[in-house]
């Protein structure tokens, strides 16, 4: 069982930077593909971005590329997602994910552990 926490939204203006963190529960965390997604009120959960077991490899949403950065720490049991350039269209409430398949992920169905999610909004 994985418990994933995540931190770091609020409130910035167009143009700024957030940095979320994810921190998870358990001796597996660095086993596991971690993946950030996000959801705006009647949408589906939308793939942001997902980094392998190791961080040897990375994968983005197009949309996010060039502008947010997924990374991991094993040593802290933590996941980050930094995201410059923000625009209002990035106004949403991320998620953290973890999934026992190592590789990374753009699926959700792929995702064994979600955290509780925070909200992240960019005023114009």
């Known amino acids: 069982q994985v418990q994933l926490v995540e931190s770091g939204g609020g409130l910035v203006q167009a143009g700024g930077s957030l940095r979320l963190s994810c921190a998870a529960s358990?001796?597996?965390?660095?086993?596991?593909?971690m993946g950030w997604f996000r959801q705006t009120p009647g949408k589906e959960r939308e793939f942001v971005a997902a980094i392998s077991w190791s961080g040897g490899s990375t994968y983005y949403a197009d949309s996010m590329k060039g502008r947010f950065t997924i990374s991991r720490d094993n040593a802290k049991n933590t996941v980050y997602l930094q995201m410059n350039s923000l625009q209002p269209e990035d106004t949403a409430v991320y998620y953290c994910?973890?999934?026992?398949?190592?590789?990374?992920?753009?699926?959700?169905?792929?995702?064994?552990?979600w955290g509780q999610g925070t909200q992240v909004t960019v005023s114009s």
């Open positions: 994910a973890a999934a026992k398949t190592g590789y990374g992920s753009s699926s959700v169905y792929e995702y064994d552990y």
């Open positions: 358990g001796r597996t965390f660095s086993t596991y593909a």
